[in-house]
């Protein structure tokens, strides 16, 4: 059973609008991590964090931002949106020792019309 | 470059024929190697983590087995639920926990 939530689960907006990706964990994991899948494609890593106040930016270059003020909490927002973001965004955590696996949430498909 | 590479893309099988799913990768200093699954609209769930060449993990009906150029996900007498998207994943040294995926092995398995 998923420890890791994540709203919306659909999300249908226009071009320019400004949105936000929620996602919570119950773990208590200090590693937190967004990836964008599109369809038959493999994850790619768009950003990440150690805990809290730590965010980086990953492999995949993305116009989002991420925030972490709680351990917990770990949103991505894109300030305008465009029909090139449109893919699903899966969030995920994992624990602290090296080799740990992520635990994923049912991830964000989004759509900008 | 950190590589995985998944084969093959899609695989069709009958309910009980058994087979095995590839992942070949290169990765500088290998921290461990991952297998999920994944259903339609829902995120991956973890099933294996290998560490080292030579180690097997078996759950139920699937067995994973690592060496130092690939990890093989053998599936033994498959069921219809065993359908599903079966994604590999490695991880480098880099102290974060990133992890490199491969595209993915599409499976049905049909009664």
């Known amino acids: 059973e998923a420890d890791i939530y994540q709203t919306p689960r659909y999300l249908v907006i226009g071009t320019g609008k400004k949105i936000t990706l929620e996602c919570s964990q119950t773990?208590?994991?200090?590693?937190m991590y967004w990836y964008q899948q599109d369809p038959g494609m493999e994850l790619h890593l768009i950003h990440y964090?150690?805990?809290?106040?730590?965010?980086e930016k990953g492999d995949l270059s993305s116009e989002s931002t991420v925030s972490r003020i709680r351990t917990e909490h770990f949103p991505l927002t894109l300030e305008s949106a465009r029909p090139s973001h449109t893919s699903q965004y899966l969030c995920?955590?994992?624990?602290?020792?090296?080799?740990?696996?992520?635990?994923f949430g049912n991830g964000t498909r989004l759509t900008v019309t | 470059e950190d590589q995985v590479t998944q084969s093959p893309e899609a695989l069709r099988l009958q309910e009980g024929e058994s087979s095995s799913l590839n992942c070949s990768y290169t990765?500088?200093?290998?921290?461990?190697l991952f297998w999920y699954r994944q259903d339609p609209g829902k995120g991956p769930e973890f099933l294996f983590t290998?560490?080292?060449a030579g180690e097997e993990k078996e759950k139920e009906r699937l067995k994973a087995t690592l060496t130092k150029k690939e990890s093989f996900l053998h599936i033994t007498a498959p069921k219809p639920e065993d359908s599903a998207t079966y994604l590999c994943?490695?991880?480098?040294?880099?102290?974060?926990?990133?992890?490199?995926f491969g595209a993915g092995t599409r499976l049905a398995v049909h009664p």
């Open positions: 994943a490695v991880q480098a040294g880099g102290g974060y926990n990133k992890l490199i």
């Open positions: 964090s150690y805990g809290v106040n730590s965010t």
């Open positions: 995920a955590s994992s624990g602290g020792t090296e080799g740990s696996p992520l635990h």
């Open positions: 773990m208590g994991h200090d590693k």
């Open positions: 990765v500088s200093g290998l921290r461990g």
């Open positions: 290998l560490y080292s």
